[in-house]
């Protein structure tokens, strides 16, 4: 059921990461990843944490991993729409299913849709040394900014 | 990031078919499905819908993708879990991102997570006739019951 | 933070029930319920389960309180906008979080936002012999048919 | 259906921010709030936002008020359970409805469900200046650190 190459980019990895550090210039220390790879559909980040990130019990925060899927989100939206800023997200529903080690994490977002008015995006996030162990998955609804 | 083999079967297809039928005996008829296949983590099953599922505008109708969605995490569930039948959804969530036809629809599920309380599976439903056009994403919570 | 008044009905009760028989017409015995009050913002309905709303332990099931939620929200927003029977459901997210009797169930319904394009409907249930004992609570998002 | 009085408190406010204190020591600058209210069942918390919680169109961040939901509803199972700061959420469902204004913002949070195992919050939050306009609502799951 993979959806691989129904919806073609309209930016590249550096495009997007232009746009990111343009629209969020007062946030973008707070909220830095590194895209690992973008094609079609795809977008695999990578996000290095730090002491700020961490909650009691001493793994990652789950506003942290809120943030990078929803930034990851918008940074997939936009590539494929090319630069909306005022997409919105209207709905994120996570679910928290193993302690994440304080360490880099992998999110891989996969466009479920690309609608003229709503985008669907699934996210799927681990920690880069135990790829198998799903920490977090998430579905996010943006409302694009319509053009 | 696909777990393949994390999970052994404590069932096969026939035994979830008889074990669906005997805990919804008298209810069975009315959510009656298929199971195409079932590996470790993963449920293939498939509704041949009717009239009973249409919903305005001649589509197949939310709830009973809901039920296609809950029914099958239960079947997966249980057959990773061997036989817990007051196993209980806690939380579901469910993106509708396309019309469906009133028409065999196909569900692909997949055991995100099997803990000592706590499962949680990821559902992809599409028309049979078009498998790479999701019409709706879910995400399922199951409560286990204790042994 | 109630929203009392903000959204003026464009349907009564008798209308709203009449327009869901009407588009619900080959499925309205199987989804049939009762409106019990309808205001500005507000709907409260009640459903008489049957046998076939049962799931194993004897509770109501998980598909049947979806459907109550669904086609309540479907109501709410239709009672607000007037008729529009193309308006369809993009997400619901369910939480379970008690075992419900097999009895009347009453569901509370709470229109939060009634956008141009999308609308987002707050849902509570429970038994109507215990109204304070939380049996689940919904809420789901409908993009509006366009006229 | 308000459940007004049937969880008693086991922490009061001052208790509450002592707690949140130590167990964020080191991220308690990024995620301060102030409690505006603490009762069976209820919390009313308030964020004064600055500009690293902005996000395009000049508008609040929608990981800001994730973390808003999801820390006052750690804040609200912990006046309930006493401290346990291992508990964790499970899933978290948000609806943004309204972009919010760059200002202080309030939640208000309600206590569904607290079961042995799991609690569940209602969250809702609007721009203090215009309590009766929903910004964001949410639902959050969370597993008790067991004791």
Not at 62 to 76: E, I, N, R, S
Request: aromatic share 6%.
């Amino acid at each position: 059921m993979k959806q691989t190459s129904q919806y073609p980019l309209q930016m590249d990895a550096d495009g997007v990461m232009n746009f990111l550090k343009e629209v969020f210039v007062e946030q973008w220390h707070a909220i830095g990843f590194e895209i690992i790879s973008l094609t079609p559909g795809y977008l695999c980040i990578r996000l290095q944490p730090s002491i700020i990130h961490q909650r009691p019990g001493g793994t990652l925060s789950g506003p942290t991993m809120f943030t990078l899927a929803d930034v990851g989100a918008y940074a997939l939206v936009n590539a494929h729409t090319g630069p909306r800023p005022l997409s919105v997200t209207t709905n994120l529903n996570i679910n928290f299913m193993r302690k994440p080690d304080l360490a880099p994490m992998i999110a891989n977002l996969n466009l479920l849709k690309l609608g003229k008015r709503l985008a669907v995006v699934n996210i799927e996030m681990a920690n880069e040394s135990a790829p198998d162990n799903l920490v977090a998955q998430a579905t996010a609804t943006y409302a694009l900014q319509q053009v």
